[in-house]
């Protein structure tokens, strides 16, 4: 081994401490200037008469070399070549060294700052924990809600709302983006953005996830390049915070978290252990799209229930004093909103009960269930009463006739095989299904085969194919199908590139289909609420799936009662949402509303608003929770919306 140079060793010392930090740097420095003036002195010192010892000639130098103001004084060629250097070696060392460790100190600790590095010291506070597809939706939605959101504040002793998110990454375009967000805008200051990868407990601390009131876990896109999916994710974070209010000894917080699989629901509930609420993110899309092809028209009303800011909403009111009151009555005082059913305790739990007759009384500790665009609309209105639907009960649930539908699935991602499983649960009803995508057969196959084990009332055939290829719509034929349905993959880099592999399918689709002549019901899956403007829609339904998910997530967090609603309406059975036909003596001209609801009332359902034939000039064909008392104006081929029974399912 050669044997190092003592200038390879002075390098390596001073490297050594330089990269300890600012506080060692100007050290390094400091030394530096002693030393430099140090010299200095001593080579002035032996002048006659100029200095009486070497402490003076010290702070000679060192004037020198801080301050160059003082070189003018100096007598003598020596001494004016002495401070000439020092003055020099002032510029390099002491001004050009000096700021530049401050300058560089300064901007590193901004720049830490601006990460989000430091623990937040809030209470009470909701915590989203990563930055998905659903996150800027799902905070524009806390954001937004105000009745609902008045009540949750209440409930946890606070009078204002905090929102801190945990990011990989922080920086000054991720709060652009928040900023110029639609529906976020100044309120951006209402939001905490911490960094942080939420796998790590370091980051659950950062965010303070045991004082906050509500921790949300949102999905992500199941990565391809990935041993981890989103569920094993959300476990390994719901471990981390419990193992934290372990050792702690805290109690464990109020968690709603989103569950691609619902199968996995039992390992999460004993994973954590404490107040958890899933959102099967796959089951509800996968409802909210069977439904939707079973009933046309039907992604209107899920988008004006879920996405538009100014639509209706599901509400749950629990209000003692109501108790002892028929729904009828609970009705008839509330024009502008819907009365859907009650919530009521079974011992431990709840029962919903959709379209409960209206002679049934709310009995305390009960939940009324609602219809509204606002929170106040759910409150009795003062000096207006309206006549008293009478909604029979419905003991026996009538089967529509058997139907086989052909369905063209163009693309491909995780909530395929949770699709497939859907459509196989409607007794009666059979499908062939054809899936088109560049992935292996055999690996959608094999993930098919996990959900629906063994073939049922659906039949799947798969194409490997690219349908963005030149020719390959036209080979498939899907105007040979009763519905095409367009998903976005979650195999591309980033949302927007599958969502623009998506818009650009319709549009191949649509130019067939034209040529052709023939329109199947058309279903588009998009990411992006933004995109959904770019496409001038014929006779296709946009779903916006993160939006969709981000809102029952928000509405859970809000009120946990509302998943037992939810999973009633989308996930499990029970109540549908679907169309009726009006009769013909409701299509006079003066018909309102509250006639239209008493017309279906007597078959033990619930009506919602009205599905014209015709759009309006802004496209739209719904019109949900009207004035019950203003002319309906009614046409041929326009529809009641309704809340109804399905079918009974295995």
């Not at 400091?30 to 032996?46: C, D, E, K, N, R």
């Not at 300058?103 to 601006?114: F, P």
Request: net charge neutral.
């Amino acid at each position: 081994m050669t044997p190092l140079r003592f200038i390879d060793r002075l390098k390596f010392f001073l490297e050594r401490q330089l990269i300890r930090g600012a506080f060692f740097q100007l050290m390094v420095v400091g030394l530096l200037i002693a030393l430099i003036s140090l010299i200095g002195g001593l080579l002035v010192l032996p002048l006659e008469g100029a200095f009486s010892d070497l402490g003076e000639a010290l702070w000679w130098a060192f004037l020198r070399l801080t301050d160059p103001g003082y070189l003018g004084d100096d007598q003598g060629s020596w001494r004016r070549v002495v401070a000439t250097l020092l003055t020099i070696s002032g510029y390099v060392v002491f001004m050009g060294t000096l700021v530049a460790i401050m300058t560089r100190w300064l901007i590193s600790a901004m720049t830490n700052l601006e990460r989000g590095l430091t623990p937040v010291s809030l209470k009470h506070h909701i915590a989203v924990l990563g930055w998905t597809s659903r996150t800027l939706p799902l905070i524009t939605k806390l954001l937004s809600t105000t009745g609902r959101m008045r009540l949750f504040l209440h409930r946890n002793d606070t009078k204002r709302l905090r929102l801190v998110a945990l990011a990989e990454e922080v920086s000054a375009s991720r709060e652009h983006q928040l900023r110029s967000e639609s529906g976020v805008g100044r309120r951006a200051r209402q939001v905490i953005l911490r960094s942080g990868d939420p796998l790590q407990s370091e980051a659950l601390r950062r965010v303070a996830c045991l004082d906050a009131a509500a921790v949300i876990i949102p999905g992500s896109t199941q990565a391809t390049n990935s041993l981890l999916n989103a569920d094993t994710e959300t476990i390994k974070i719901l471990l981390t915070i419990a193992a934290q209010a372990k050792d702690q000894r805290r109690p464990l917080p109020y968690v709603v978290a989103e569950l691609q699989d619902p199968r996995r629901e039992r390992i999460l509930h004993s994973a954590f252990g404490g107040d958890l609420e899933l959102v099967a993110g796959d089951a509800t899309l996968s409802r909210f799209m069977v439904q939707t092809l079973r009933h046309p028209g039907l992604a209107e009303v899920f988008q004006e229930m879920m996405i538009l800011p100014d639509g209706n909403e599901l509400y749950i009111r629990f209000q003692d004093e109501w108790a002892g009151e028929p729904l009828a009555s609970l009705d008839s005082r509330r024009p502008s909103a819907i009365v859907l059913g009650v919530l009521e305790r079974a011992g431990s739990g709840w029962v919903v009960h959709m379209n409960a007759p209206s002679e049934q009384r709310l009995r305390k500790g009960d939940g009324l269930i609602l219809l509204a665009r606002r929170f106040e609309d759910t409150n009795p209105a003062r000096g207006q009463t309206l006549e008293p639907l009478h909604r029979r009960p419905r003991n026996e649930v009538e089967r529509p006739p058997s139907r086989h539908r052909r369905i063209l699935i163009l693309g491909w991602n995780h909530r395929v095989p949770a699709l497939l499983q859907e459509l196989d649960s409607y007794p009666g009803e059979t499908a062939d299904v054809t899936v088109a995508s560049f992935w292996p057969v055999e690996d959608r196959q094999n993930m098919i085969n996990g959900y629906v084990p063994e073939p049922g009332r659906v039949g799947c055939q798969h194409v490997k194919t690219d349908f963005l290829m030149e020719g390959e719509i036209a080979r498939l034929a899907p105007e040979r199908y009763d519905t095409v349905m367009l998903l976005t993959s979650d195999r591309m880099g980033s949302n927007e590139e599958a969502d623009a592999r998506a818009m650009v399918g319709y549009l191949q689709l649509q130019d067939h289909l034209q040529q052709t002549g023939t329109w199947p019901q058309i279903l588009l899956e998009l990411t992006d609420p933004h995109n959904e403007a770019l496409l001038l829609a014929r006779n296709s339904e946009i779903f916006l799936s993160p939006v969709m998910l981000s809102h029952l997530l928000a509405q859970v967090a809000l009120r946990r009662e509302l998943r037992l609603v939810y999973d009633e309406l989308f996930t499990q059975g029970g109540a549908e949402i679907g169309f009726r036909a009006l009769p013909a003596e409701l299509l006079a001209a003066d018909t309102d509303f509250r006639a239209a609801a008493q017309s279906v009332a007597t078959s033990g359902e619930t009506a919602l608003g009205i599905h014209r034939a015709q759009p309006t000039p802004e496209g739209r064909h719904l019109t949900l929770n009207p004035d019950p008392g203003e002319p309906l104006n009614l046409s041929a081929g326009d529809q009641l919306v309704v809340l109804g029974r399905e079918p009974e399912r295995h």
